[in-house]
């Protein structure tokens, strides 16, 4: 399995409070993405990177944030979270571009 | 922007049955097609992936895949399944064009196996 490992497994939390969620992975991959999983939706990009400090947009990036400071660590911000944002949260890396992605276990978050 | 669609959102089968989840995708020059299994409560998984050469794709436990581009199609194909192959499947596709480094996926095809 590829190294990855998300950080935590599960949280629960109240609206309004601030929640970071946390990908690592130990295969000195250069791109990292956060997806979000939801019944009937799939997986939709929240956020990804292609390089330290170097982050874009996916889909349904509003009410989220990122940073990725080193290579191996890239954290998902949610800055004040919201019922709608409980989901199950993926984290995955690649190597190259348009190159399959490695998945992590994911994070169940629940915001009540 | 490259869509997919899972044409089935539940397929339940026979265990030996043959089976076909259906997998769509917006037009484009060319593409990147990959299929990802989902067992419960656990990350994705890869199954197979096309990224050229031969149409018919091979994958890990048995499964394939044939990309037809003039139907902008690809379906995922097993001869016989088994209780264990129960999960969700999902199909992306990676536009080559324009430097995209993102996968689009389906919603998901759950396939329940019965006995």
């Known amino acids: 399995d590829a190294g990855i490992t998300q950080s935590p497994r599960h949280k629960v939390t109240e609206t309004g409070t601030p929640v970071t969620l946390r990908c690592h992975q130990t295969?000195?991959?250069?791109?990292m993405y956060w997806y979000r999983q939801d019944p009937g939706h799939g997986l939709r990009l929240i956020h990804y990177?292609?390089?330290?400090?170097?982050?874009d947009k996916g889909e349904v990036s509003d009410g989220y944030s990122v940073s990725r400071s080193k290579t191996e660590d890239f954290l998902l911000t949610l800055e004040s979270a919201t019922s709608s944002q409980t989901s199950v949260y993926f984290c995955?890396?690649?190597?190259?571009?348009?190159?399959?992605?490695?998945f992590g276990d994911g994070t169940r978050l629940s915001i009540l | 922007a490259q869509s997919v669609t899972q044409l089935d959102s539940q397929v339940p089968v026979f265990e030996e049955a043959p089976v076909e989840l259906r997998c769509n995708y917006s037009?484009?020059?060319?593409?990147?097609l990959f299929w990802y299994v989902q067992y419960p409560n656990q990350g994705l998984q890869l199954l197979l992936k096309?990224?050229?050469?031969?149409?018919l794709v091979k994958g890990i436990n048995g499964f394939e895949a044939e990309f037809n581009k003039s139907q902008t199609s690809f379906h995922l194909r097993k001869p016989s399944v088994h209780i264990s192959d129960t999960a969700e499947y999902f199909c992306?596709?990676?536009?080559?064009?324009?430097?995209?480094?993102?996968?689009?996926f389906g919603k998901g095809t759950k396939l329940t196996v019965n006995p």
């Open positions: 995955a890396i690649s190597g190259r571009m348009n190159q399959p992605q490695h």
């Open positions: 295969e000195n991959h250069r791109y």
């Open positions: 990177s292609y390089g330290v400090k170097d982050t």
């Open positions: 037009s484009s020059v060319s593409v990147y």
């Open positions: 096309y990224l050229s050469g031969s149409t």
């Open positions: 992306a596709v990676s536009d080559q064009q324009g430097g995209s480094e993102k996968l689009v």
